[in-house]
């Protein structure tokens, strides 16, 4: 059991930056294939970004690759999300997912087993 606690998010002009964070409670990420997903209001929740804590590929929807990066701490075994270039479009709550996925299945919620609790982050002026 993994128990994954965010923090970060809130509000911010457009073309403004966030950087959102996500570590595991007592435990370690390990091996675990990570993801980052966002949910709009009345949208289905939506991929944005995964990687591997031990390495490998990381890989971006095609909405936020070359504003969003994702970045770890391995002295503090946290995950980050550096969001630039925000836009109102990207209003929604955004949530850490860990799990075991494929290539074929990173961006897909139901290939993960653990989630955060969710932040908010809304871009308005």
């Known amino acids: 059991q993994v128990q994954l606690v965010q923090s970060g998010g809130g509000l911010v002009q457009p073309g403004g930056s966030l950087k959102l964070s996500c570590a595991p409670s007592g435990s370690t990420f390990g091996s675990y294939g990570l993801g980052w997903f966002r949910q709009a209001p009345g949208k289905e929740r939506e991929f944005v970004a995964h990687?591997?804590?031990?390495?490998?590929?990381?890989f971006y929807a095609d909405s936020v690759k070359g504003r969003f990066s994702i970045s770890k701490d391995r002295a503090t075994s946290t995950l980050y999300l550096q969001m630039n270039s925000l836009r109102p479009e990207d209003t929604a709550i955004y949530y850490c997912a860990a799990g075991r996925p494929i290539q074929s299945t990173a961006a897909t919620p139901e290939a993960y087993y653990y989630w955060g609790q969710g932040t908010q982050v809304t871009v308005s002026s």
């Open positions: 990687t591997r804590w031990s390495g490998g590929s990381t």
